[in-house]
């Protein structure tokens, strides 16, 4: 394997990262993971500013980011930051800058960090297919190099920290044409800021590789993570982690923490952003009890076992199905390349027999107790051995009560049993027992698990066990499968979480999109606030419902732009029409699925 992105598969320690100072808060080092969120306000509007930040800090929020989409408005962060200042809160704040070098150079006035994105900070970005000759390719180098230096040598020279936050979906033309809308690009790409900050010796910066598919950017980070690791020994730079648009409600929660969770157990993540469609107010406590499960994590004992990424027979940095074979389970087919089982208890199975007609897409499919599973301890040589001598797969599992890591026990088990026998991932080796349970705890533990193990390929059924509910333990479990891109059963959203660039009140409008259009199984939807990124940060949706002016909705299909400068109040209509223009629309079904508890 090229070189790995930590020590070990089996690793839960943290990566060690320089500590870089963002004001009075320090980034990696000993420093703890830190929690950070963005402005939704309007720039311009100082004091709805102020007032936004201060109840972020009042929920334990620890850094604050805020767009400044000009150098004009840029300016405003003089009176925002004295603002905040004067209510007695040194929370550090960051400038968003996109497009505009010359409002990162206001901004590195005012703010303890500045944000750039390599993909579009002096970089041409029009989507355009062009060939580079390497020296064309040097030559745009170079007036990058000219466009970006003067806000390393400010920041250098003020003591500002600096983010070089690359997404998925907004690389130059440049990157895209050489290394397309890859992770290899994000990093590529973000490389490119980093050498220039190092040719000043500036090295108080930190790094991130967003996308809002949990697979992608976790690749996009792993390869990051192992270049910097081949660069030497001095990019130990920290690594801010979020997914991008990852919408609102337990859809939003869920993905973000398959890429975000997925990556700390890893060790990798020195600041955490979840990005929802829902006021910022809201990600704390999700950001929080991420970085709490983590904490918890790494007071476990890591698995003494002899394994090393060349033993391992997945690749993590690119998703390739664990090559299992199939066989018949409660007359279901399972493993292979079989779409991966939703399994329940005989208890839960008991609690929604009669009303399984109404549970929609949320069925329960098997009964653990009824499925013949093996229940395996993976360091247990002897009986990894007997399995695999054995000619039929096997369905397998990891044995419930073991002290293990999760993810690390599930893939020791994968790492050292015949790829033949089909696994059948658990969210815990602890089964619930208590009611009262805090679900989303329950949901953002069973989300990091099984959805690390899936985005690597691993698992071919899966049985979230740590929520006693029936119901909710369904629903959490096709919500995992949906959010890690290995079962779609219900429209999926890419929602921006918005911010002072926003054009239409998003959450409302998702509201209203999610109820019209939630019925279209597997049809992506883009909802995005405003023009600038939106476009680009989209990804692969299918259909997109872009900002375009104050109160004027663009309509995309792909990454084209069709349909320009709806009023708001007709938009979502013109959306179904264009839907059903292109032949991706159903009726609702008459009844809406009770899945209840
Ligand atoms: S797409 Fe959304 S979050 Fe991104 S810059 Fe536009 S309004 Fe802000």
Redesign the pocket.
Known sequence: MSRPYSPSPLNISRRPARSVGVGPVGLGGDNPIRVQS?LTSDTREAEACIEEAMGLVEAGCEIIRV?AQTRKIAENLEHILAGIRAKGSDVPVVA?I?FKPDAAMEAVKWVEKVRVNPGNYADKKKFVVLEYTDEEYAEELGRIDEAFSPLVLEAKKRGVAMRIGTNHGSLSDRIMNRFGDTPLGMVESALEFANIARSHDYHNFVFSMKASNPKVMIEAYRLLIARLASEGDDWNYPIHLGV??AGDGEDGRIKSAIGIGSLLADGIGDTVRV?LTEDAIYEIPVARALVELIEELRQQKPIKADLSWDDVPWNPFEYERRASEKIDVMGLALGGDETIRVFTTQEKWNAVAHKLAKMGDFQPEIVIEQSGVREIDPLDTAAIAELNTMTEPQLITVADGLELPVISAFRLLAARVDPKHPILLKDTLHPSTDPEADFQRTMLNASMNLGSLICDGIGDAILVQGEQAPGQSLRLSYNILQASGARIFKTDYVA????????FN?QSTTQKIREATGHLKGVRIAV???????PG?MADADFGY??GAPGKINLYVGKEAVKFNIPEDEAVDQLIDLIKEHDRWIDAPLEVAEIGD
């Open positions: 963005m767009t968003d996109h991008t648009e990005s921006c979480p918005s911010c002072g660039r926003t054009l998003l995005m606030g405003c023009i600038v990124n939106g940060e872009v900002g």
